[in-house]
């Protein structure tokens, strides 16, 4: 698969660079040092999944997460994370990050995240979804209560169709579109009708705010 790199730090593009070519599905075909260089690459060559670091000049890796998935919606955004870096948490998945990863992460990990976004599922570690749930729950911040007023404590049944349960349930597991066709016996297109509908109703923008959502219910 084809991957592109974005972070400001040339020692952290080399460091992934040199993981990634250890792994010979993974073909890493351009870096860039901020958002703005990203899309201007984007422009010749769209890779598969994108690792996108956070904190970048110019254009940070939130925005560029929107304008990517506006654009390319079928090239999948993981964003590089660190543990001081909670506000931007939400941010990201608002605009349509398919998983994050600390930047400490181990290099099996990584290649595992890559792999899972690539295949159409949502990977956060442990540790992400932590910090996650945790700022569900923060009282203090509005932009996150704005984010999260939908998701807290609301009972499922009356909102979904006892099969769209059934799918929500499946996406809770992380399974794909094509997994839960094979899990349910419905058609990989049938699958992604569904999601779009559970999306629809429940006011949700992407899958990683369904899984959130679901955790929270």
Do not use: C, W
């Amino acid at each position: 698969m084809r991957v592109m790199i974005a972070d400001d730090q040339g020692i952290v593009r080399d460091g992934l660079n040199m993981i990634l070519s250890l792994y010979e599905e993974i073909d890493v075909i351009a870096e860039a040092a901020n958002g703005e260089e990203l899309l201007a690459l984007l422009q010749s060559q769209v890779p598969d999944v994108i690792l996108m670091d956070i904190r970048m000049p110019v254009m940070n890796g939130i925005d560029a997460t929107k304008i990517v998935k506006q654009q390319y919606p079928g090239v999948k955004v993981i964003i590089l994370t660190t543990f001081n870096e909670d506000e931007y948490i939400f941010s990201g998945l608002k605009n349509g990050a398919d998983g994050y990863i600390l930047k400490d992460t181990s290099s099996k990990e990584m290649i595992k995240a890559i792999h899972a976004a690539y295949e159409g599922n949502l990977l956060l570690q442990p540790e992400i979804t932590n910090r996650i749930i945790h700022a569900l729950h923060t009282t203090d911040n509005t932009a996150v209560m704005n984010a999260s007023e939908s998701p807290v404590q609301k009972d499922l049944t009356p909102l979904l169709t006892p099969r769209e349960i059934e799918v929500a349930e499946q996406i809770l597991q992380g399974k794909s579109n094509k997994a839960i066709g094979d899990a349910l016996f419905l058609a990989e297109g049938t699958v992604k009708n569904y999601v779009s509908h559970i999306l629809d109703k429940l006011e949700l923008s992407s899958r990683a705010e369904l899984i959130l959502y679901l955790q929270n219910n």
